[in-house]
Structure formats: C-alpha cells, structure tokens
C-alpha cells in the first residue's frame, strides 16, 4: 500500500472513530440509605444519575424497608433502578462513587450505617472480576433487600455466574425482613 493509500485509510478510520458512540448497555444499580432523610436521599440521588449524560433511568423499584447487615443500626430503605447507560462499566462506578460521596458517603467500617450505597448489581450479562470491580456484585445472591427491588422490575434478568433469572434467585432468599415502604 502506497504512503498515500495508508494516510488516505488512516483518516477514513479517525473519522469513522471520531463518530463512534459506545453501545448502550443494561445495567442494574442498587440503592439503599439508613443515616438521614433517606427517602428524599434515595429520590435525589436517582434524579442525579438520570441527569447524567449517557445514563438513563428506564426502571426504578418501589422502596423497602429492610433490617440492616452487621453491627447494630437502624433499618435501611433499598431500592432498585435498571439503567440504559453509555458509560463503560468501570466509568459507571466512578459516577456511583462520585454520587456516593456528594451524599456524605463515608468508608470506614464494612457494613456500617451510610448515607448513601450506591452498588453495580450487572451490568449487560457481563461478568468481570477485578480489584476495583465485581459484577455481578458477588452477595447480591444472597441479599433479599437487592433481590426483592430488583425481581419488581426485572425478573427475568439473567444473574450470569449462577444461570438463574432473578425471580428464581428471590425465591432462595428469606425475605422475611423486606417490607415494602407505605405509598412507594
């Protein structure tokens, strides 16, 4: 190929690139506040996200009082959103981390009280294992505050690593301690 044939082709791919927009992809989020107004932090916190460019809400659960996990603390209020996002998985968590901290998120004891817990339950039917990353979140099996919310509005969601939908996953959970909030 010629020097002029190369630089032709080398432009053809940057403008081709150059208008590239990303896929967008399905992606699950947890929601969930125990310290404050945790309703109206809940809302705020959602209507952040969906004010973000490249994100959109396409479902948002109903809200549910559940007992906390750990050291003693007050019950949490959880929910669950299904997102249409733009945004690459490990872009997502820094918005999650970013929105987290804008709500007075603090990180200091695992399982303690927080203002605000953002978690990426799945994302798409990918499965990616990282340090920094875990999707799907590796307890969500297990928690009926996540697996309730998100059955309400995505039960036939495949949870990938299992080979189960999500209404079969909150059928294993006890569900004893979620209870749905009043006018949610």
Known sequence: MSVENKKNSLEIFTKHNAEFKPKIQASAIALGSNIG???????AATAELAAIPGIQ??????????????PPQPDYLNGCIILQVELDPPKLLEVLLTIEQKFG??????????????DLLLYDDLIIDTPTLQIPHPRMQERAFVLVPLAEIAPDWLEPI???????L??????SDVHLLKGS
């Not at 998120?105 to 953002?118: A, C, F, N, T, Y």
Request: charged fraction near 30%; aromatic fraction near 8%.
């Open 105 to 118: 998120r603090v990180r200091q004891e695992r399982w303690g009280p927080r203002s605000l817990d953002l």
């Open 57 to 70: 809400i396409q479902a948002k659960s109903s809200w549910y009082i559940t007992k906390a996990v750990g």
């Open 170 to 175: 909150v059928k294993k959970v006890d569900c």
């Open 37 to 43: 107004d945790s309703l109206t932090i809940l809302e």
């Open 162 to 168: 299992s080979g189960y939908v999500i209404r079969e």
